[in-house]
């Protein structure tokens, strides 16, 4: 039977979506790859598939609301997960105040993706590849140069260790 992937996303400017697209695109080489916003999927959706990837922008250090709401309570046992965000580059970020949060708080606080998968973990999920960021040149985006293709590669990765 063909492996079944699942990509849930949240975006609210389009980039998060993009890199998703994207994923789904690398995916689907080898999985049936269903891509689906965040608040249009219930959570029994999320334990039916072989490999689930959940992807959030970062907003204030977290993942979305949406995204959060998700991964509680359900129960991801046996299903081969993977988290990845959008974010700033905090070394082209102006603001001193949020470099210095941000270096306070350590990559795993600061970062959609590292919280995402954290979640993923605590319900049961094994995790298939380490959290991954991608860059938007700010808030509304665009994404960094070459961002689009390192998701391709990045889901590549994952197909790799399935
Ligand atoms: C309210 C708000 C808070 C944000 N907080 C952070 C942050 O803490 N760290 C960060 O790297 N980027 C932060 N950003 C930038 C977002 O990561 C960026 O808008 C996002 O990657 C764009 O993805 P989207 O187009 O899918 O919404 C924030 C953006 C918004 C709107």
């Not at 992807?55 to 977290?62: A, K, V, Y």
């Not at 210095?100 to 995402?116: F, M």
């Not at 954290?118 to 991954?132: D, M, Q």
Request: hydrophobic share 50%.
């Amino acid at each position: 039977m063909a492996l079944k992937a699942l990509v849930i996303y949240d975006s609210q400017f389009g980039n998060t979506e993009r890199i998703a697209w994207a994923i789904r695109d690398a995916l689907s080489a080898k999985a049936e790859t269903r891509l689906v916003r965040a608040s249009n999927v219930a959570p029994r959706d999320l334990s039916a598939v072989d490999v689930l990837i959940v992807g959030s922008p970062t907003q204030r250090f977290h993942a979305t609301e949406p995204i959060d709401r998700l991964l509680k309570g359900v129960s991801l046992r046996g299903v081969n997960a993977a988290a990845f965000d959008t974010r700033f580059d905090m070394d082209e970020v102006d603001s001193r105040a949020l470099r210095l949060a941000v270096k306070v708080a350590g990559d795993s606080a600061a970062y959609a993706a590292p919280r995402i998968s954290a979640a993923l973990e605590k319900v049961g999920a094994t995790i298939v590849a380490p959290p991954e960021g991608f860059i938007v040149n700010g808030t509304e985006g665009p994404l960094k140069d070459g961002e689009i293709q390192r998701a391709g590669e990045w889901a590549k990765g994952i197909l790799a260790v399935l």
